[in-house]
């Protein structure tokens, strides 16, 4: 089945050590996203690549970056996690931007920062 | 912006019961998804309707777009329906989805 897969799920990390988490599709599509989602809270949108063209929310940490080396690749790195970090993040694809499309999640990482 | 609206925010159920699930949105908007995540955290797409009524199993929802609302009926719950229920838009003011807070269901055993 086509699907979006999420490596780790669970990841626990030192606080300060760098930290990789990955994502791959099935699915072919152009647009890749993650999300951070903390305990009790909607998900948040990080940044997106549309094919490889990366874009960037405003109130996203510098301390989180992204790679996308193909289209059925993604990868978030967070240079230096702090404990506030500690959360589960989300993978996503589409086919399209918005707005006529529909997003499909991986089963998430949860990170924890000790 | 658009502001997305669940409700009721908690629901108790024993098993076997019906629900219906609200969300309202304070704009048009082009597509509408309603998600469950299950208590692992994995984000499932249940419907993607930005108007009309689908059909899945137990499940079905309906969009009422010039209402600015869409509804989502679980019927004959059972125990693996638990978790949170979200429904996300996308409208023209924005290209990401713009999320409500959730319905938190529990249903019991």
């Known amino acids: 089945d086509a699907m979006v897969i999420q490596n780790p799920r669970y990841q626990v990390t030192q606080f300060g050590k760098p930290v990789t988490l990955s994502c791959s599709q099935t699915l072919n599509h152009n647009v890749m996203y993650w999300y951070q989602q903390k305990s009790s809270q909607a998900p948040k949108l990080l940044f997106h690549?549309?094919?490889?063209?990366?874009?960037n929310e405003a109130d996203t940490p510098d301390n989180f970056q992204s790679r996308r080396p193909n289209t059925s690749f993604c990868f978030l790195d967070i240079r230096s996690p702090g404990l506030g970090d500690a959360a589960m993040y989300l993978c996503?694809?589409?086919?399209?931007?918005?707005?006529?499309?529909?997003?499909?999640f991986g089963q998430g990482t949860r990170l924890t920062v000790v | 912006g658009i502001q997305v609206e669940q409700s009721p925010p908690d629901l108790i159920l024993q098993e076997g019961a019906n629900s219906t699930l609200r969300c309202n949105f304070s704009d048009s908007v082009n597509n509408l998804q309603w998600f469950h995540q299950n208590p692992w955290g994995q984000l499932i797409n249940l419907f993607y309707i930005p108007s009309g009524t689908k059909q899945n199993g137990r499940l079905s929802a309906t969009t009422v777009a010039t209402e600015r609302y869409s509804l989502l009926y679980i019927s004959s719950s059972q125990t693996t329906d638990s978790g949170v229920y979200f429904c996300?838009?996308?409208?023209?003011?924005?290209?990401?989805?713009?999320w409500g807070a959730g319905t938190k269901l529990i249903i019991k055993p």
């Open positions: 996300a838009v996308y409208w023209d003011g924005n290209y990401q989805l713009i």
């Open positions: 690549y549309y094919d490889k063209d990366f874009n």
């Open positions: 996503a694809t589409s086919r399209d931007v918005a707005p006529n499309t529909e997003a499909f």
